[in-house]
């Protein structure tokens, strides 16, 4: 009966290193969402999936973004030759209706 | 695009006073509006929707499509009160669930 769980908590990360980030959603819950909160900012959209399929990519930075979720349940955020700028909170959050979202703890990612 | 805009970063607020956290959102379509709570040390939850129409811990929140609003309203603020409020909005079309948040606003009730 766990929420959405998300690995690592917190993860430092030397500039240029490449980093995976995990988000177990709510077992049956076909929506699941990455947000990105930046320090005194509300979440800003990322991405999302509804099933495995990758229906809005829209909010990814750039190219060293990429999100996956090949089986429709657990997904992974990998951003590839980390920056100084990527530095935020990453939440994940899944769903069953349209609006009403559960969230993840996140994960603090630093870069150095 | 849409946006939400939450003008107040910082509130502060007797215990027992009346509590409104502004939002307004600009969106050409209809829109369905909520506000979303993190209390010290939890995650971020949703506290109330507009198309439910509730209450929920005392709170309320109309949608003014006129003045494209949503304030949240609560008469007599409590301690527990004490949170992250941010106002969200997600856009009505099929295949689009994203949540566009405001900036949030910073409630400390004041014992």
């Known amino acids: 009966g766990a929420g959405v769980s998300q690995s690592p908590r917190y993860k430092v990360a030397k500039r240029g290193q490449d980093v995976a980030l995990r988000c177990d959603p709510i077992?049956?819950?076909?929506?699941l969402f990455w947000y990105q909160q930046a320090l005194g900012q509300g979440p800003e959209f990322l991405t999302y999936f509804q099933n495995e399929a990758q229906l809005d990519k829209s909010g990814l930075p750039s190219d060293r973004f990429f999100a996956e979720r090949p089986e429709g349940s657990v997904s992974t955020l990998k951003i590839q030759r980390t920056q100084q700028e990527d530095s935020a909170v990453y939440l994940c959050?899944?769903?069953?209706?349209?609006?009403?979202?559960?969230f993840g703890p996140g994960t603090r990612l630093t870069v150095l | 695009a849409q946006r939400v805009t939450q003008p107040e970063k910082l509130l502060s607020v007797f215990k027992g006073a009346p509590v409104e956290l502004k939002c307004n959102y600009s969106y050409s379509g209809s829109p369905e509006l909520f506000w979303y709570v993190q209390y010290s040390r939890q995650r971020l939850q949703l506290l109330l929707r507009?198309?439910s129409r509730e209450s929920i811990k005392g709170f309320t929140a109309d949608l003014n499509k006129g003045e494209t609003s949503f304030h949240l309203k609560k008469p007599f603020a409590q301690e527990e009160d004490s949170a992250m409020y941010y106002c969200a909005l997600t856009l009505t079309n099929f295949g689009n669930e994203k949540l566009t948040f405001g900036t949030g606003t910073r409630l400390t009730i004041i014992p």
């Open positions: 959050a899944s769903s069953l209706e349209r609006g009403k979202q559960f």
């Open positions: 507009h198309i």
């Open positions: 077992s049956g819950h076909v929506s």
